[in-house]
């Protein structure tokens, strides 16, 4: 059976010759990305089973003829590029199609399917939503991770076993960070790492540091350290969230830090004046942000540092104890 190309939104898809002239039209004109959601009709459409509805209908066959996006998880765009498919079931989620009408949300959670979309794509791939999501959908992310707090069980799931209780086998975890805005004097933070590591005492502490040029050079002559404390609520706006990273003035009493690291120095300003990043947990090795200057002085007003914060775990960099 032959077949003919069909282009929408920088795809090409196929869509066998036998199919009438009308339906394939229909086809080209109505295909949008799917998300999760039901059209004005009532029909569910989501990942890959709308993908697969549609390859019965154009076929009139059973479940014996799958869809090509069966065979292999990404699809090629025509600049020869690919887009892996959970990857693109995450971003179509934050960002659904405006002809959906959304799901009640009082019918699910947003944030458990969010972070069951989050485990389907494997560890090594993870780290390309730094760049798939843009700086919206990141708050987007904040906004639904907040839903995880009303469903008990999903709200005791950890996004890392060490940063939640330190676990033993592990010296050091890195993460890769995006923010979603923020002042120009803070740049160089729009991409950056995360070092989350053990002291001795067993308390935890991380770093935020540049990746290379003047951000690594910056980052080591005032290295920017913090200590990580399980907190249930942002102070400004009464909101749940996991953790807290606390900056302090800089000075921590830390005996033992990764190799290369620099040692503890004062935090010149913003961050000496009571800089706090809240953190959310919204998938397995995925967390989001927010950074707040509370202030030292009293009658200072909190304020926002800078946007959410996007953070995800680099598996291959983990440090293990020997």
Same mark, same amino acid.
């Given at each position: 059976?032959?077949?003919?190309?069909?282009?929408?939104?920088?795809?090409? &898809?196929?869509?066998?010759?036998?199919?009438?002239?009308?339906?394939?039209?229909?086809?080209?004109?109505?295909?949008?990305?799917?998300? +999760?959601?039901?059209?004005?009709?009532?029909?569910? +459409?989501?990942?890959?089973?709308?993908?697969?509805?549609?390859?019965?209908?154009?076929? =009139?066959?059973?479940?014996?003829?799958?869809?090509?996006?069966?065979?292999?998880? *990404?699809?090629?765009? +025509?600049?020869?590029?690919?887009?892996?498919?959970?990857?693109?079931?995450?971003?179509?989620?934050?960002?659904?199609?405006?002809?959906?009408?959304?799901?009640?949300?009082?019918?699910?959670?947003?944030?458990? &399917?969010?972070?069951?979309?989050?485990?389907?794509?494997?560890?090594?791939?993870?780290?390309?939503?730094?760049?798939?999501?843009?700086?919206?959908?990141?708050?987007?992310?904040?906004?639904?991770?907040?839903?995880? &707090?009303?469903?008990?069980?999903?709200?005791?799931?950890?996004?890392?076993?060490?940063?939640?209780?330190?676990?033993?086998?592990?010296?050091?975890?890195?993460?890769?960070?995006?923010?979603? =805005?923020?002042?120009?004097?803070?740049?160089?933070?729009?991409?950056?790492?995360?070092?989350?590591?053990?002291?001795?005492?067993?308390?935890?502490?991380?770093?935020?540091?540049?990746?290379?040029?003047?951000?690594?050079?910056?980052?080591?002559?005032?290295?920017? !350290?913090?200590?990580?404390?399980?907190?249930?609520?942002?102070?400004?706006?009464?909101?749940?969230?996991?953790?807290? !990273?606390?900056?302090?003035? =800089?000075?921590?009493?830390?005996?033992?830090?990764?190799?290369?690291?620099?040692?503890?120095?004062?935090?010149?300003?913003?961050?000496?004046?009571? $800089?706090?990043? !809240? $953190?959310? *947990? $919204? =998938?397995?090795? +995925?967390?989001?942000?927010?950074?707040?200057?509370?202030?030292?002085?009293?009658?200072?007003?909190?304020?926002?540092?800078?946007?959410?914060?996007?953070?995800?775990?680099?598996?291959?960099?983990?440090?293990?104890?020997?």
């Amino acid at each position: 059976m032959g077949a003919t190309s069909i282009t929408s939104n920088s795809h090409r &898809y196929s869509v066998p010759s036998s199919t009438p002239t009308a339906f394939s039209s229909q086809l080209k004109s109505s295909f949008k990305r799917p998300s +999760l959601g039901f059209n004005s009709g009532g029909t569910e +459409l989501f990942g890959r089973r709308l993908r697969q509805s549609w390859c019965t209908a154009i076929n =009139g066959r059973g479940r014996g003829n799958v869809s090509a996006w069966d065979d292999k998880p *990404y699809e090629v765009l +025509l600049g020869g590029k690919k887009s892996y498919l959970d990857e693109q079931d995450v971003v179509s989620f934050l960002d659904p199609p405006r002809e959906l009408i959304p799901l009640d949300s009082a019918s699910y959670n947003p944030a458990a &399917y969010l972070w069951k979309k989050i485990g389907d794509i494997p560890e090594e791939r993870r780290k390309r939503l730094l760049h798939l999501l843009e700086p919206r959908l990141i708050s987007r992310a904040w906004e639904i991770a907040g839903t995880r &707090y009303e469903d008990p069980k999903l709200a005791s799931k950890n996004a890392s076993s060490f940063l939640s209780d330190g676990d033993g086998d592990i010296m050091l975890e890195v993460w890769n960070c995006r923010t979603s =805005g923020g002042p120009l004097f803070l740049a160089w933070l729009k991409f950056f790492k995360k070092a989350i590591f053990c002291s001795k005492n067993r308390e935890i502490y991380g770093r935020f540091h540049g990746e290379s040029g003047l951000a690594g050079i910056a980052s080591s002559i005032s290295p920017l !350290y913090f200590k990580v404390r399980q907190l249930k609520e942002v102070m400004s706006t009464e909101q749940p969230c996991d953790r807290a !990273y606390e900056f302090g003035d =800089g000075l921590f009493d830390l005996h033992e830090y990764p190799r290369g690291f620099p040692r503890p120095m004062k935090h010149s300003w913003p961050f000496n004046d009571q $800089v706090i990043v !809240y $953190v959310r *947990y $919204v =998938g397995p090795g +995925l967390l989001i942000g927010q950074a707040w200057q509370e202030g030292a002085a009293l009658e200072q007003v909190p304020r926002k540092l800078f946007s959410e914060i996007l953070m995800v775990k680099d598996y291959a960099s983990q440090v293990k104890r020997q």
